[in-house]
């Protein structure tokens, strides 16, 4: 693929596992990792390959393999966040202004 870098191998250590339990393993992760379930931040191939590392026993991934996408997934959640309080915010306004605008021309309950 001309858009990725390989960059290095890493030794997570020795599976003790059968290629039979290894493949039950990897027919078992089936419905959690299917193609349409992809997130390039939450649920990446370094996120599988994550999984599929701790299902097989051999620990888990260094943690700079999943940093960025990690970053991004944080950054990314705090400018949904940020965005649904602006949208209140704008609903409490548009509120108050009725509320003022009805105050003024004697039209409060």
Request: aromatic share 10%; with cysteine.
């Amino acid at each position: 693929c001309p858009m990725h870098s390989y960059r290095e191998s890493i030794y997570l250590g020795d599976c003790k596992l059968s290629e039979k339990q290894v493949h039950d393993i990897l027919e078992s992760m089936k419905p959690e990792w299917m193609g349409p379930t992809y997130d390039l931040l939450r649920k990446n191939c370094c996120y599988f390959s994550e999984a599929f590392a701790v299902r097989l026993g051999v620990g888990y991934l260094p943690k700079w393999v999943n940093h960025l996408a990690h970053v991004g997934a944080v950054l990314d959640d705090e400018s949904k966040a940020g965005i649904h309080d602006l949208h209140n915010l704008e609903e409490a306004l548009d509120d108050a202004a009725t509320d003022v605008w009805e105050f003024v021309h004697g039209k409060s309950a």
